[in-house]
């Protein structure tokens, strides 16, 4: 495409400044975590890492400040607007209560999210340890996961425990960060939604529903067929991006789906997709990896053709 072409060679001194831009905004956002986040403490081998509860004032300062710089880290990176709308009878201060639900599109999302609320997210053990991204990443009050730890690591325990205390009167006592949980597990096309895992629902908690969009002209944001480093660059050269979050009301789990974690994320899956006019897909991770192999001339994965596989071990 000429017009592609044209535009990309016009964009592409953009790609540097945009780049410097965007690790300055991550620098002041490590500074201030850095200053006023919680101390760098280390983990007991096996023990889960406990959550250091930060004076009020601190907590909002760090919300305030990685908010701004999220927001200018998106705008370095071609986000010029990013737009809010609501559910009609959407409450603002009702949805804060609930665990955010949304849906994954792109690794913009993270940005996207820390620029609208930032939230605490659910990531691995080794993420505390990441340079710079780790020390945000605590500040946020994320959770972090050891999966070799057994029952101390458990992802559905600290979720729900989180959960809880969104919902408890203790949380008016000390700042509590929004959980943000993508259910599908893995990003999507931005064109349909994934099956929801069970984890974020075992509480029974009400849930509050997000939405995002990215709406493109040239190249979208949910294009994760392509290696990354070209999806940086694809990225970074377009003359500026949009987002979209929709808030929907909470959903509220009936009896029968707070006794069943399945039923309950089956239902608001379906609620979900309806809501946000997008198709229900029941692909999987493993459908996606399938796709990503034969899209990029990669290596199939062994359980595509497993009798081969298990010709070739023989």
Same mark, same amino acid.
């Given at each position: 495409?000429?017009?592609?072409?044209?535009?990309?060679?016009?964009?592409?001194?953009?790609?540097?400044?945009?780049?410097?831009?965007?690790?300055?905004?991550?620098?002041?956002?490590?500074?201030?975590?850095?200053?006023?986040?919680?101390?760098?403490?280390?983990?007991?081998?096996?023990?889960?890492?406990?959550?250091?509860?930060?004076?009020?004032?601190?907590?909002?300062?760090?919300?305030?400040?990685?908010?701004?710089?999220?927001?200018?880290?998106?705008?370095?990176?071609?986000?010029?607007?990013?737009?809010?709308?609501?559910?009609?009878?959407?409450?603002?201060?009702?949805?804060?209560?609930?665990?955010?639900?949304?849906?994954?599109?792109?690794?913009?999302?993270?940005?996207?999210?820390?620029?609208?609320?930032?939230?605490?997210?659910?990531?691995?053990?080794?993420?505390?340890?990441?340079?710079?991204?780790?020390?945000?990443?605590?500040?946020?009050?994320?959770?972090?996961?050891?999966?070799?730890?057994?029952? $101390?690591?458990?992802?559905?325990?600290?979720?729900?425990?989180?959960?809880?205390?969104?919902?408890?009167?203790?949380?008016?006592?000390?700042?509590?960060?929004?959980?943000?949980?993508?259910?599908?597990?893995?990003?999507?096309?931005?064109?349909?939604?994934?099956?929801?895992?069970?984890?974020?629902?075992?509480?029974?908690?009400?849930?509050?529903?997000?939405?995002?969009?990215?709406?493109?002209?040239?190249?979208?944001?949910?294009?994760?067929?392509?290696?990354?480093?070209?999806?940086?660059?694809?990225?970074?050269?377009?003359?500026?991006?949009?987002?979209?979050?929709?808030?929907?009301?909470?959903?509220?789990?009936?009896?029968?789906?707070?006794?069943?974690?399945?039923?309950?994320?089956?239902?608001?899956?379906?609620?979900?997709?309806?809501? $946000?006019?997008?198709?229900?897909?029941?692909?999987?991770?493993?459908?996606?990896?399938?796709?990503?192999?034969?899209?990029?001339?990669?290596?199939?994965?062994?359980?595509?053709?497993?009798?081969?596989?298990?010709?070739?071990?023989?």
């Amino acid at each position: 495409r000429m017009l592609d072409l044209v535009k990309f060679a016009v964009t592409i001194p953009l790609l540097p400044l945009r780049l410097l831009m965007g690790f300055g905004w991550v620098m002041v956002c490590f500074s201030a975590f850095a200053v006023f986040g919680p101390p760098i403490a280390r983990k007991k081998e096996g023990a889960a890492r406990e959550q250091v509860v930060l004076p009020a004032w601190r907590q909002r300062l760090l919300t305030a400040v990685g908010c701004v710089c999220a927001r200018m880290v998106l705008l370095a990176f071609g986000f010029v607007r990013v737009r809010v709308r609501d559910e009609e009878g959407f409450d603002a201060r009702e949805a804060a209560r609930y665990t955010i639900v949304s849906n994954h599109v792109s690794m913009i999302d993270i940005l996207l999210w820390m620029s609208y609320c930032m939230p605490s997210f659910v990531a691995k053990e080794a993420v505390a340890k990441y340079p710079i991204v780790g020390r945000i990443a605590r500040g946020m009050q994320s959770i972090f996961v050891d999966r070799l730890s057994g029952g $101390a690591g458990s992802v559905t325990d600290k979720i729900v425990k989180r959960q809880q205390e969104l919902q408890s009167a203790a949380a008016s006592e000390r700042l509590v960060a929004p959980l943000l949980i993508f259910p599908e597990g893995t990003t999507a096309n931005g064109r349909c939604v994934l099956p929801f895992r069970s984890g974020a629902f075992v509480s029974g908690c009400p849930v509050a529903l997000y939405i995002l969009h990215y709406p493109y002209a040239h190249f979208s944001p949910a294009y994760d067929t392509i290696h990354g480093g070209w999806f940086l660059v694809r990225l970074l050269t377009e003359l500026y991006s949009t987002a979209e979050i929709v808030r929907l009301r909470p959903y509220y789990p009936s009896p029968e789906e707070r006794a069943d974690a399945k039923l309950y994320a089956a239902n608001v899956h379906a609620h979900y997709c309806r809501a $946000a006019q997008l198709a229900a897909s029941n692909s999987t991770y493993k459908d996606k990896l399938e796709y990503h192999a034969v899209v990029r001339g990669d290596k199939l994965p062994p359980w595509v053709l497993p009798a081969a596989a298990a010709h070739t071990a023989a």
